[in-house]
């Protein structure tokens, strides 16, 4: 079966079609190469997904109008919506962004949804942020998220909403991860890990909000595709059953994440055992939009598809640095920009 997956180029996305690729699925990646960070890196992961015959890029920015009407004759039965625009902090500075992408854009992809006959399953990225002003740990898919810290946490959360109306008036198979603070090669660069490790290596300030004591439930990539694959096998029945979230609905709610939350100062401090390099710190205040903790309650995934997080966080960072030093660093200073 053909599988469209949105995002397709960014972190999430690329590992997913490459296993889905591995498995010998036919993709369709679906990207708008937008510059929030470097467009090289969402290059480089387009590039390497090409290398494979059965993987198609559609370059577009799925919230314009009718930018998906050229993918509906295509056989497309699963959807993999992991596109999105991401980042807590810049929801604060760009509010505009997320309303087109997160709002708008998840609302184009529900109405194709709809109009795809024959379409077997739709998994959507939402986040652990929905759990905003949470005080109970760790957090579980039945517990209230009607009070977000951010922006970027409200507009999850209508995905969350609107998904569940989709699912009630069209009966069309939708499941929705809450991702808990993804980390491993080809990652993100505005993220902790990647970030750390840059400084690390260029011998710069590393910046440590509320002292490094916030909490973390790092999650490290290859468990988090095997999450979702198993997800995306696995629709949720039109039975009227209850489903994890509250839903009557052929609608999931799931967290997906390590279950073992980390102090964002002991990853550092596992960056700079593995790197060999010493950390300069700058200690700042806690930032607005950020949460003391996240901590993922993974029993309802765990019994739906047997799902149990495989990597601890030091085995994941090594991973990570071996990847960034080897790969990425060499790769950056072949083409003499570091």
């Not at 854009?105 to 759990?131: K, Q």
Request: net charge neutral; aromatic share 10%.
């Amino acid at each position: 079966m053909t599988v469209l997956v949105t995002g397709a180029a960014g972190f999430i996305g690329f590992h997913v079609a490459r296993a889905l690729l591995a498995r010998g699925e036919a993709v369709i990646g679906l990207d708008a190469f937008t510059p929030y960070y470097d467009v090289g890196l969402k290059r480089a992961r387009a590039a390497e997904l090409a290398r494979q015959a059965r993987f198609h890029l559609v370059e577009a920015d799925f919230a314009l109008p009718g930018a998906l009407a050229p993918l509906a004759a295509l056989g497309i039965a699963r959807i993999v919506h992991l596109g999105a625009q991401p980042g807590v902090r810049h929801s604060i500075e760009n509010p505009q962004a997320y309303l087109h992408s997160n709002l708008a854009g998840h609302l184009a992809l529900l109405e194709f949804a709809r109009h795809t006959p024959g379409l077997v399953h739709m998994v959507y990225a939402s986040s652990s942020s929905v759990y905003g002003a949470n005080q109970r740990l760790p957090f579980a898919v039945e517990d209230r998220t009607d009070h977000p810290v951010s922006l970027y946490a409200a507009t999850k959360r209508a995905d969350e909403l609107m998904s569940e109306t989709y699912a009630h008036l069209y009966r069309i198979p939708l499941t929705g991860l809450r991702f808990f603070t993804v980390y491993g090669p080809w990652g993100r660069p505005d993220m902790a890990v990647w970030s750390f490790t840059e400084a690390l290596y260029a011998g710069r300030p590393i910046r440590l909000f509320a002292g490094g004591n916030l909490l973390r439930d790092f999650t490290f990539i290859d468990d988090i595709v095997a999450g979702i694959l198993a997800v995306l096998d696995r629709p949720p029945a039109d039975d009227g059953a209850l489903k994890p979230g509250g839903s009557r609905s052929p609608h999931a709610l799931y967290n997906i994440g390590n279950n073992r939350p980390e102090r964002v100062r002991d990853l550092l401090a596992l960056l700079e055992a593995e790197t060999g390099l010493a950390a300069y710190v700058e200690t700042l205040p806690m930032q607005p939009g950020d949460m003391e903790a996240t901590f993922a309650d993974i029993s309802a995934l765990e019994r739906a598809t047997g799902f149990r997080p495989a990597t601890p966080l030091a085995e994941g960072i090594a991973c990570w640095v071996a990847w960034y030093r080897d790969v990425w660093r060499t790769r950056q200073s072949s083409k003499g920009t570091g």
